[in-house]
């Protein structure tokens, strides 16, 4: 059985490291909160709280709190509500609730393929996230059921989505990382490629296996770790220059141990698209002559297509699973439903429908800037007020469910399942989780059975405290706010 590492890059002399010990931006640590409270008065909240966020180890880290009645403005709780934090992942609240508004929740995105005559066909992407080899054997069967035979050239038109592929303001190790897959016209397997590291003896080199044997021409290895003895630790660390074609492996696994899959992000989409839509033509026997990639130029008679899910599931892949290439794919999509301007990029004209649709839903402008879709920024910032006025918002609307039900549930699914299990949160609490390095977040939705629905915002920046620890005071503070009752 294969052994998954999801592997962070960084910076190292003129390459990048890659970590086993990454967290950044990943799944979360299941941690039980350790309150042992059965019911607590409203009035007693705040008290409860401070408890909480006053002890000795937080004495330097910024807590930001809002804490609502769904159906009211009152507040029952606040710290620094008002006041910008990093938010991390809870930005994706505000993507995807302005994607929902301005989309709706049957909106595809369709990748096309145009026939223009001499043997010339055109593939078009519109960013769609959920696109995979799948889809490609799919559309290689239509164009053979359409009668054609060969491709003499194949254009891929990447005009879709304007601006940078990665975002300038990105870490470095997180734009090396497969959660920061680059964002194009084309995205095909989430715009990342694997491979497989596969002890041997004790003495002999790992053995490295491509999962597309395609994507290893691509690169130049320089293998130089090693299998050891069961008792010996294991680390490995994966070098990649700057120049982007060479992989430098190094450190070490036990032998007998299952093998490690790494996951890293494409250079290039548009010609990963097209390796791998050439396989798939080769699968049905359709031979490809030339490929080029151009941007804009005349589509005319369509003769082949595949479609996304529809939003409501992108939503859940989005929110569930924090997954930072939907919700920055989701930002590109609300730009390309906004008339075309050649000095913005698709970036900023999907910023512009955020922020018109948060407007449009009762959020202050004032309480966010943003500059991605999906948090991996640290320039975002936001109030946990934005996300709250977001929340409920978001409730008060026709799809208001679909939201809603896109969300983690404390204890069951998504990045929540390992968290609140055989609490009185379990089941009840539907919230979106947000880690950077230094930055914990959670904000979301409580059905508290004695009192009445609640929203609510938790956000800490500047915790030289693990995650772990920070997250274990979150839930707490959460598992408090679903025994609250009248007294």
Same mark, same amino acid.
């Given at each position: 059985?294969?052994?998954?590492?999801?592997?962070?890059?960084?910076?190292?002399?003129?390459?990048?490291?890659?970590?086993?010990?990454?967290?950044? /931006?990943?799944?979360?640590? *299941?941690?039980?909160?350790?309150?042992?409270?059965?019911?607590?008065?409203?009035?007693?909240?705040?008290?409860?709280?401070?408890?909480?966020?006053?002890?000795?180890?937080? $004495?330097?880290?910024?807590?930001?709190?809002?804490?609502? *009645?769904?159906?009211?403005?009152?507040?029952?709780?606040?710290?620094?509500?008002?006041?910008?934090?990093?938010?991390?992942?809870?930005?994706?609240?505000?993507?995807?609730?302005?994607?929902?508004?301005?989309?709706?929740?049957?909106?595809?995105?369709?990748?096309?393929?145009?026939?223009? &005559?001499?043997?010339?066909?055109?593939? !078009?992407?519109?960013?769609?996230?959920?696109?995979?080899?799948?889809?490609?054997?799919?559309?290689?069967?239509?164009?053979?059921?359409?009668?054609?035979?060969?491709?003499?050239?194949?254009?891929?038109?990447?005009?879709?989505?304007?601006?940078?592929?990665?975002?300038?303001?990105?870490?470095?190790?997180?734009?090396?990382?497969?959660?920061?897959?680059?964002?194009?016209?084309?995205?095909?397997?989430?715009?990342?490629?694997?491979?497989?590291?596969?002890?041997? +003896? @004790?003495?002999?080199?790992?053995?490295?296996?491509?999962?597309?044997? &395609?994507?290893?021409?691509?690169?130049?290895?320089?293998?130089?770790?090693?299998?050891?003895?069961?008792?010996?630790?294991?680390?490995?660390?994966?070098?990649?220059? #700057? $120049?982007?074609?060479?992989?430098?492996?190094?450190?070490?696994?036990?032998?007998?141990?299952?093998?490690?899959?790494?996951?890293?992000?494409?250079?290039?989409?548009?010609?990963?698209?097209?390796?791998?839509?050439?396989?798939?033509?080769?699968?049905?026997?359709?031979?490809?002559?030339?490929?080029?990639? @151009?941007?804009?130029?005349?589509?005319?008679?369509?003769?082949?297509?595949?479609?996304?899910?529809?939003?409501?599931?992108?939503?859940?892949?989005? #929110?569930?699973?924090?997954?930072?290439?939907?919700?920055? +794919?989701?930002?590109?999509?609300?730009?390309?439903?906004?008339?075309?301007?050649?000095?913005?990029?698709?970036?900023?004209?999907?910023?512009?429908?955020?922020? /018109?649709?948060?407007?449009?839903?009762?959020?202050?402008? +004032?309480?966010?800037?943003?500059?991605?879709?999906?948090?991996?920024?640290?320039?975002?910032?936001?109030?946990?007020?934005?996300?709250?006025?977001?929340?409920?918002?978001?409730?008060?609307?026709?799809?208001?469910?679909?939201?809603?039900?896109?969300? *983690?549930?404390? &204890?069951?699914?998504?990045?929540?399942?390992?968290?609140?299990?055989?609490?009185?949160?379990?089941?009840? !609490?539907?919230?979106?989780?947000?880690?950077?390095?230094?930055? @914990?977040? #959670?904000?979301?939705?409580?059905?508290? *059975?004695?009192?009445?629905? #609640?929203?609510?915002?938790?956000?800490?920046?500047?915790?030289?405290?693990?995650?772990?620890?920070?997250?274990? +005071?979150?839930?707490?503070?959460?598992?408090?706010?679903?025994?609250?009752?009248?007294?």
């Amino acid at each position: 059985m294969t052994r998954k590492i999801s592997l962070g890059l960084m910076l190292l002399f003129l390459g990048t490291h890659i970590g086993v010990t990454q967290t950044v /931006a990943k799944a979360q640590t *299941p941690v039980a909160p350790t309150t042992t409270t059965k019911s607590i008065c409203s009035t007693q909240l705040g008290t409860a709280i401070d408890a909480v966020i006053n002890r000795p180890l937080f $004495s330097r880290v910024r807590w930001g709190i809002l804490v609502q *009645p769904l159906s009211t403005g009152s507040t029952l709780y606040s710290r620094d509500a008002q006041k910008y934090f990093i938010p991390a992942s809870n930005l994706k609240l505000l993507t995807t609730a302005a994607a929902l508004q301005q989309l709706g929740a049957n909106f595809r995105i369709r990748t096309s393929i145009y026939q223009n &005559g001499n043997g010339v066909l055109r593939v !078009v992407g519109r960013g769609d996230p959920s696109l995979s080899d799948t889809q490609l054997q799919t559309l290689a069967q239509q164009l053979k059921q359409k009668g054609i035979t060969q491709i003499q050239r194949l254009i891929a038109d990447d005009s879709y989505i304007q601006g940078d592929i990665v975002n300038p303001t990105w870490q470095w190790e997180d734009v090396q990382s497969d959660y920061g897959a680059p964002v194009s016209s084309f995205i095909l397997n989430q715009n990342i490629f694997s491979l497989k590291l596969v002890p041997q +003896a @004790v003495g002999k080199s790992l053995q490295l296996v491509w999962i597309d044997p &395609g994507e290893a021409k691509q690169w130049r290895t320089i293998n130089q770790s090693i299998t050891v003895a069961q008792n010996q630790p294991t680390y490995v660390n994966i070098t990649r220059e #700057l $120049s982007g074609t060479v992989l430098r492996i190094q450190g070490q696994l036990t032998t007998n141990s299952e093998p490690s899959l790494i996951d890293l992000p494409v250079i290039d989409p548009n010609y990963y698209f097209l390796r791998r839509f050439r396989a798939a033509l080769a699968a049905e026997k359709i031979p490809l002559g030339q490929t080029l990639v @151009v941007t804009g130029g005349l589509n005319q008679e369509e003769i082949a297509f595949v479609e996304s899910p529809p939003l409501s599931e992108l939503l859940m892949e989005t #929110l569930q699973n924090s997954n930072n290439l939907y919700a920055e +794919a989701l930002l590109r999509a609300l730009a390309g439903e906004k008339p075309r301007v050649k000095t913005k990029t698709s970036v900023d004209v999907g910023l512009e429908a955020v922020k /018109a649709s948060l407007t449009q839903l009762g959020v202050d402008p +004032a309480n966010y800037i943003l500059v991605d879709g999906s948090g991996l920024s640290r320039r975002n910032l936001a109030t946990p007020e934005a996300f709250v006025q977001t929340l409920r918002g978001m409730a008060r609307t026709p799809a208001g469910y679909v939201y809603r039900a896109s969300l *983690p549930v404390a &204890g069951k699914i998504g990045t929540l399942k390992g968290r609140f299990q055989n609490t009185s949160a379990e089941g009840i !609490v539907q919230a979106k989780t947000g880690t950077l390095t230094g930055v @914990v977040s #959670l904000s979301g939705y409580i059905n508290v *059975p004695k009192y009445e629905p #609640l929203v609510f915002s938790i956000i800490v920046n500047q915790s030289e405290q693990p995650a772990t620890i920070v997250r274990q +005071a979150i839930d707490e503070i959460v598992v408090l706010l679903t025994q609250l009752q009248r007294c």
